[in-house]
């Protein structure tokens, strides 16, 4: 059975960076898509960036891109976020997802297993 976790998620200040890992289990790591989204109280789930773990080939929603980085680890099978220069509109509760499904790679109805979430806070 596919397990995701998620770690790597605190407090910052406005211009600071943070690193999320997401490590996955029970997939072959090669032919999933691998997603990080975020939930902020109140909004809906929404799309950061994914990666497809075949060639590593990124995606990111225009509010990520330039800022944050998806970066994989096929030995570990795991997969990063790199966050720089963080926004108070970035915090968020911020989730790990995989799915074998290649249609709306940002959509999270693509993904069928996800993570508990880790916390994201930035302060202004």
């Known amino acids: 059975q596919a397990r995701v976790v998620e770690s790597g998620g605190g407090s910052v200040q406005a211009g600071g960076s943070l690193r999320l890992s997401c490590s996955a289990s029970g997939y072959a790591f090669g032919t999933a898509y691998m997603g990080w989204f975020r939930q902020a109280p109140g909004k809906e789930r929404e799309g950061v960036a994914a990666?497809?773990?075949?060639?590593?080939?990124?995606f990111y929603a225009g509010s990520a891109r330039g800022r944050f980085t998806i970066s994989q680890d096929s030995a570990k099978k795991t997969v990063y976020l790199q966050m720089n220069s963080l926004k108070p509109e970035d915090t968020a509760m911020y989730y790990c997802a995989a799915g074998l499904g290649d249609s709306g790679v940002l959509n999270p109805e693509m993904y069928t297993d996800w993570g508990q979430g880790t916390q994201v806070t930035v302060s202004s």
């Open positions: 990666i497809y773990t075949a060639d590593g080939s990124p």
